[in-house]
């Protein structure tokens, strides 16, 4: 076989596996389409200007933590969670933004922790304090896994509290989301995070 015409075959090969799997070249690309939007994927460090740290120094605890790039394109939520001075947790989230979410039905998640049981909250205002919306997620130490986390199932909270005459979220009025560990997991924490998109059923 000519050796123009053999190559011509491969790349001719090639193309028609990229053609019946698109998703495999770039698998870890968040990706836009009709019925998800990303709103982080971390593959710039002005991804994470947004991003405040709130710990329970507010309070007077002693807790720490951070929100920080990797080189690999992920942010990673860390730190030490103290008990001391009646504290307990540290927290991660946005400045206050409309994100326009009324068209979805979630967020979904793609993370990978330490074994701790983290939070993924939601915010209806542009307020430090108040009320705020938490689903709870249990990791698995070293793994990655995707969450998906449904607005119905986000439940009202104050300062730690359940709310029971509280509205359920409103997709769209979210102006702030962020990560929350706590229930008296003492010790040092981190959540690695690749993506986090909006979805629709």
């Keep these: 076989m000519k050796p123009i015409l053999y ?3 491969v790349v001719q090969a090639l ?34 200007e947004d991003w405040r740290v709130v ?7 002693l807790s720490r933590g951070e929100i920080i790039m990797t080189g690999s394109g992920t ?9 001391e001075n009646n504290g307990g947790f540290s927290s991660t989230r946005t400045l206050p933004r409309p994100y326009n979410l009324d068209d979805y039905d979630g967020v979904s998640l ?11 909250r939601l915010r209806l205002d542009d ?14 130490a070293d793994e990655w896994m995707t969450v998906e986390i449904p607005f119905s199932e986000c439940v009202p909270v104050f300062r730690g509290r359940k709310l029971s005459d509280v509205p359920p979220a409103v997709p769209a009025k979210i102006q702030q989301i962020g990560f929350l560990v706590s229930d008296k997991q003492a010790g040092p924490f981190r959540l690695e995070v690749d993506w986090i998109k909006a979805y629709q059923h």
Excluded: K
């Design 55 to 61: 710990n329970d120094g507010v309070m007077g605890g």
């Design 127 to 140: 307020r430090f304090d108040g009320v705020a919306y938490r689903y709870s997620f249990q990791t698995t």
């Design 110 to 120: 793609r993370v990978r922790g330490d074994g701790n049981t983290y939070q993924f």
């Design 75 to 83: 942010a990673v939520f860390q730190g030490i969670l103290s008990l």
């Design 15 to 48: 193309m028609i596996m990229l053609t019946l799997h698109p998703l495999q070249a770039a698998q870890n690309t968040p990706i836009n389409s009709e019925t998800e939007m990303v709103i982080f994927d971390f593959q710039t460090q002005g991804d994470l």
């Design 7 to 9: 190559f011509s075959q």
